[in-house]
């Protein structure tokens, strides 16, 4: 079974546990850097934006190292942000 190159870019959608201000964006890649605060529940900071696999791996790194709990990683299909585009 040969393997698919996977070095294009795709949109991904992180989410991790604890709050990531607005100074973060240019650390994870230029990722958009958005935290929610949870009401009776923890603060979730999601990042989104369109990177290739080696720039996931690192930013998931730099997650570890910052020793937040990763919550979901979820690749955004084409068909995902065009149902976004429309719902706006």
């Given at each position: ?40 529940n923890p603060?979730v900071?999601?990042?989104?934006g ?26 955004v ?12």
């Amino acid at each position: 079974m040969a393997e698919e190159k996977t070095d294009k870019q795709v949109v991904y959608q992180i989410r991790v546990q604890g709050k990531l201000d607005d100074r973060w964006p240019d650390w994870f890649s230029g990722l958009a850097v958005t935290a929610e605060n949870g009401i009776g529940n923890p603060s979730v900071t999601t990042l989104v934006g369109s990177i290739d696999q080696a720039a996931l791996r690192g930013i998931l790194c730099k997650l570890w190292d910052l020793n937040l709990t990763l919550i979901s990683v979820h690749r955004v299909e084409a068909d995902d942000e065009e149902n976004k585009e429309e719902m706006k």
